[in-house]
């Protein structure tokens, strides 16, 4: 059996691997949860031994972890163009496609995925799925006025439940301001147009479906860490 411990071990030793891909001078988007974690902890021990990084945090969880690090970070506001981004991820397919928002960061970790020139995912490898959907549920950004309506039109377009996210006893707020739904597909057959569907619906912000951005797939396992670079898109 598999326990968190050892996952959170191999989500390390995959974080260990993804900042060899960074180099002296680069920009670096950073990404939310506990694998980008391992990542900044290792890039800050990069800053110590005199490498030169600036960095783009994507919450401010990140950012509190990388000022720990010692990473020096770029205004929130600034025209940013960044050489790499590395993330977590909650699920990823066979096509490289991902579901993100697990930590309610996706907006900000999307923003920055794609102003990135290369964006590094990084999994255990429980994350691997044959199709998106099913044990993890779709993460959705939404405005909150008029948010039910929002949330009728995502059941009504994806046949599934959705469900308002929420902490401690109150509805979630992103950073942003926003609500999350959670939307329980089994089966997501076609991501890429379920993402250009559902983002035509008025009061979606954004969707955690993360669709031909993966640059490199890197993922721990008991067997090791394996690197997949996935084809140009
Ligand atoms: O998308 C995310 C946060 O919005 C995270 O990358 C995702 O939830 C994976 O988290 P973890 O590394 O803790 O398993």
């Known amino acids: 059996m598999t326990t968190q411990l050892d996952l959170d071990r191999l989500k390390k030793a995959a974080a260990l691997e993804a900042v060899e891909f960074v180099r002296d001078g680069m920009i670096v988007g950073l990404g939310t949860g ?33 000022k720990e690090a010692g990473i020096a970070l770029i205004d929130a506001d600034s025209r940013w163009e960044l050489d790499v981004a590395i993330d977590g991820a909650d699920q990823v397919d066979p096509g490289f496609n991902l579901i993100k928002g697990g930590g309610g960061a996706l907006l900000k970790e999307k923003i920055v995925a794609a102003s990135a ?8 490898y429980t994350k691997q799925v044959p199709m998106l959907g099913g044990s993890f549920p779709l993460p959705i950004e939404i405005i ?10 995502i059941e009504s377009l994806t046949k599934s439940r959705v469900v308002l996210r929420e902490k401690n006893g109150a509805p979630f707020r ?11 597909i089994a089966r997501i057959h076609h991501p890429k147009d379920l993402e250009i ?5 008025p009061g979606v912000v954004e969707t955690g479906l993360f669709i031909g951005r993966t640059s490199i797939l890197i993922v721990g396992s008991p067997h090791g860490v394996d690197i997949h670079h996935a084809p140009e898109q």
């Open 174 to 184: 992103t950073e942003a301001g926003n609500l999350i739904v959670d939307v329980h």
């Open 34 to 66: 506990s694998t980008a974690k391992h990542m900044i902890v290792a890039l800050g021990e990069k800053v110590r031994a005199g490498m030169r990084l600036r960095g783009v945090p994507t919450s401010h969880e990140t950012a509190a972890l990388a």
């Open 117 to 124: 020139k290369q964006f590094i995912v990084l999994v255990d």
């Open 197 to 201: 569907a559902l983002n035509q619906i």
């Open 144 to 153: 909150p006025f008029g948010w039910g309506s929002t949330a009728r039109e």
